[in-house]
């Protein structure tokens, strides 16, 4: 029997998530050994029995044997560090119970109507072999440490990820197609890989985790061995090539992900390389209001400057809080006098004349105390 048992990928985070699900699987094994099969059962996932939305969770801490759960949980981990040391605790816990409910559901359904065969499943194997699919997107050229059973003689030896990855799936998808697709443990393996595929891969296009350039596309691409000069030249002419508005899409998408100040790197370069570009009001608007959510008001002002150079929509709040900005934390009272002397009142609340009247008293006290 092979068992993965560590890894050379470069751990960011403590695997907090991975240890508890470890003790949580080992903790509900015993557990389960002591209950009856009555009272176990219903925790599986049955087949040809209509939907259970708490099984689809509730499944994969149940295991079959000690055997069974020490595959899993020796798999777990080596491939948990490598998830989990890259998106730190909360995420993998997103990442695992979202691939563990999803498999069951989609499992459940595919089984809806069916009779006879197995009547049912359990373990966490569909979560573990999203886990390796995950690691195989993010960390291909990593080493996993192994440990090989012949009956009683132990060998140990290293791995890359591809390749370990690259067996168990081809052996599972080989089996798969040899029983027809038919269901068993291997397709119930694939559907978990298929889905830590697609998380995989959309967290990495969504700049949601940082493989630093080693992740399967990059090193395919061959950007893993180039030079930060190389790179950034390469990067530039595959952007430039991309048309405008999935460049505005991508920077979009970054903002929505809660990452105003790498959107906002991301607009810079574009407005370097990019003949006229220029970013869609509502865009750019959201792009000020993440940059001032995470308090980044010296980020922020230039962006402010370009929206009230490109546009009219809300100007007059815009200027306000520009000024505001320009007072509170550049100390530029000359530069916000200027900018509130060209607000339009009329655009203007009772609640923001009154705002625009303090602003513009406190530039000019602060002009004078400057010039005293």
């Known amino acids: 029997m092979l068992f993965p048992y560590s890894t050379d990928a470069p751990i960011y985070h403590w695997p907090f998530t ?21 009272v176990v059962g219903p925790y599986m996932l049955v087949f040809g029995d209509g939907l259970h939305p708490v099984q689809w969770l509730t499944n994969n801490f149940l295991h079959a044997g000690i055997l069974h759960l020490l595959g899993n949980m020796l798999s777990l981990w080596s491939f948990g560090l490598i998830v989990e040391g890259k998106l730190g605790w909360k995420k993998t816990l997103a990442v695992y119970l979202g691939i563990g409910v999803a498999y069951g559901a989609i499992v459940q359904t595919i089984m809806l109507g069916s009779s006879g065969g197995a009547p ?15 690691s195989l997107v993010w960390a291909p050229e990593n080493n996993v440490q192994c440990l090989l059973l012949l009956v009683f003689w132990p060998i140990y030896f290293e791995i890359k990820v591809v390749v370990l990855v690259g067996i168990f799936l081809f052996f599972q998808i080989g089996l798969l ?3 027809h697709m038919a269901m068993s443990s291997e397709l119930l393996h694939v559907i978990g890989a298929a889905l830590g595929f697609i998380v995989a891969v959309w967290m990495l296009r969504g700049e949601m985790v940082d493989c630093e350039h080693w992740d399967v596309f990059s090193v395919w691409a061959g950007r893993h061995t180039m030079s930060p000069e190389e790179r950034e030249r390469a990067e530039g002419e595959i952007q430039q090539s991309l048309p405008d508005d999935l460049l505005v899409a991508q920077i979009n998408q970054i903002i929505q992900s809660g990452k105003p100040a790498l959107a906002l790197r991301a607009h810079q370069r574009m407005s370097e390389t990019v003949k006229d570009w220029i970013l869609p009001r509502n865009v750019l608007w959201d792009l000020i209001q993440g940059l001032h ?43 916000a006098l200027e900018l509130l002397k060209g607000i339009d009142r009329s655009n203007l609340d009772a609640r923001g004349i009154d705002l625009l009247e303090k602003l513009r008293t406190k530039a000019e006290e602060m002009l004078g105390s400057s010039l005293q």
């Not at 049912?120 to 995950?134: P, T």
């Not at 980044?296 to 709040?317: C, D, F, T």
């Open 177 to 179: 197609l040899l029983n």
């Open 18 to 38: 991975t240890i508890a699900f470890i003790v949580v699987n080992v903790a509900v094994f015993y557990a389960e050994m002591a209950a009856p099969e009555a």
């Open 293 to 335: 959510r995470e308090r980044l008001w010296g980020e922020s002002v230039p962006v402010m400057e370009e929206y009230l150079k490109n546009y009219s929509h809300q100007a007059a709040q815009m200027q306000l809080k520009l000024s505001h900005i320009m007072l509170a934390e550049q100390a530029r009272p000359a530069s």
């Open 120 to 134: 049912g499943a359990l373990g966490a194997s569909g979560i573990v072999f999203g886990l390796m699919a995950m």
